[in-house]
């Protein structure tokens, strides 16, 4: 299921998905996948996700 | 029975690539490349799996043929390095489908670039081990096709790397 509050969230902070992977420390196509949710992240990278986008875990990943 | 300077000559070669690959392990490390994020560790983990069962069948179909009577007429080295090529072949190519080959830190086209001088170096070894006739010795395909199927796994991941590149950048 794709992940589009994720896609949102790094929209309205302007960030390109090479942006935030680079914050996370992750590749761009990990950030790619968990947008198309093709992947599911672990808590470590979801919690380095939402710190970058100044969300919680619930507003970006709990459904 | 292959004569003493062969077999020097084989080892000799068989430990320069050994050793530098040790050294490039060791150079890579302390300089971060080859990094890989969680998604990435994941992915490579299902590739070696994948590459570990085809070498194993790899193995398997070989064994049969032999003890068929030599069906697929190739010398007992050339088997094992086919079979290793095609697990490589498999995981290279699993992993690059799903981004998952180069590493956080890695130069795509620095590596592109070591891919084709690899690929141009066996397909000349390859070639010109056909054209010298030491590529197949009493009806038996020798080492020197060993080089010829490196040559074409290196073309093969070069052009999938290209075909893969066109589809992300159309995706972004």
Same mark, same amino acid.
């Given at each position: 299921m794709k992940n589009l509050r994720l896609k949102a969230a790094r929209a309205g902070k302007d960030l390109s998905q090479d942006d935030l992977a680079k914050l996370c420390g992750v590749s761009r196509q990990t950030i790619s996948a968990i947008e198309k949710g093709d992947y599911n992240p672990t808590i470590n990278l979801c919690i380095a996700i939402s710190k970058a986008l100044d969300k919680t875990l619930d507003e970006l990943f709990w459904e | 029975m292959k004569s003493t300077s062969y077999m020097m000559g084989f080892a000799l070669g068989i430990s320069f690539v050994a050793i530098f690959s040790i050294i490039?392990?060791?150079? $890579?490390?302390? @300089? %971060? #490349? $080859?990094? =890989?994020? !969680?998604?990435? !560790? @994941? #992915?490579? %983990?299902?590739? =070696?799996? =994948?590459?570990?069962?085809? #070498?194993?069948?790899? !193995?398997? #179909?070989? %064994?049969?043929?032999a003890e068929a009577g030599n069906i697929i007429p190739m010398g007992v080295m050339t088997q094992h390095f086919c079979a290793i090529m095609i697990g490589v072949l498999v995981h290279v190519v699993y992993s690059v489908w799903h981004d998952a080959y180069i590493g956080l830190n890695t130069n795509p086209k620095r590596y592109g670039i070591l891919c084709g001088a690899l690929a141009v170096i066996n397909l000349a070894n390859g070639i010109r081990g056909f054209l010298n006739g030491s590529m197949i010795v009493d009806g038996v395909l020798a080492f020197p096709f060993v080089n010829l199927v490196i040559g074409l796994v290196f073309i093969i991941i070069g052009v999938e790397m290209l075909i893969k590149k066109a589809i992300d950048s159309k995706q972004e």
């Open positions: - | 490039a392990l060791f150079v $890579n490390k302390k @300089r %971060g #490349v $080859n990094k =890989y994020d !969680e998604m990435q !560790e @994941r #992915v490579r %983990g299902v590739a =070696y799996k =994948y590459a570990f069962w085809a #070498v194993i069948i790899t !193995e398997i #179909v070989f %064994g049969i043929c």
